[in-house]
C-alpha cells in the first residue's frame, strides 16, 4: 500500500499541469482597477493624500493580482 503511494507521488511530478483558465471579465477589471489607481496616483494632491493612499495601494494590490 505504501510502495503505492510513494510511486504514485513520483510520477505525479512528471505529468504536465492544466493551464489556467483566461477569464476576460476578471482580465478587464483588473485593468480598469490598475489604470484608475495610477492615475488617481499621479493625480494626487497634498491635501488628498491622506485619503487616497490605501484605496491606491488597495486597488494596485487586487488589480495586480487577479491580472
Excluded: C, H, W
Excluded at 12 to 23: D, F, L, M
Amino acid at each position: 500500500m505504501e510502495v503505492n503511494k510513494l510511486i504514485d507521488l513520483f510520477q505525479a511530478g512528471g505529468k504536465p499541469k492544466k493551464e489556467p483558465k483566461v477569464s476576460v471579465f476578471l482580465s478587464l477589471v483588473s485593468a480598469v482597477l490598475l489604470i484608475v489607481s495610477y492615475y488617481l496616483a499621479a493625480a494626487e494632491t497634498m491635501r488628498m493624500l491622506m485619503f487616497r493612499m490605501l484605496p491606491v495601494i488597495d486597488m494596485t494590490i487586487v488589480g495586480t493580482y487577479s491580472f
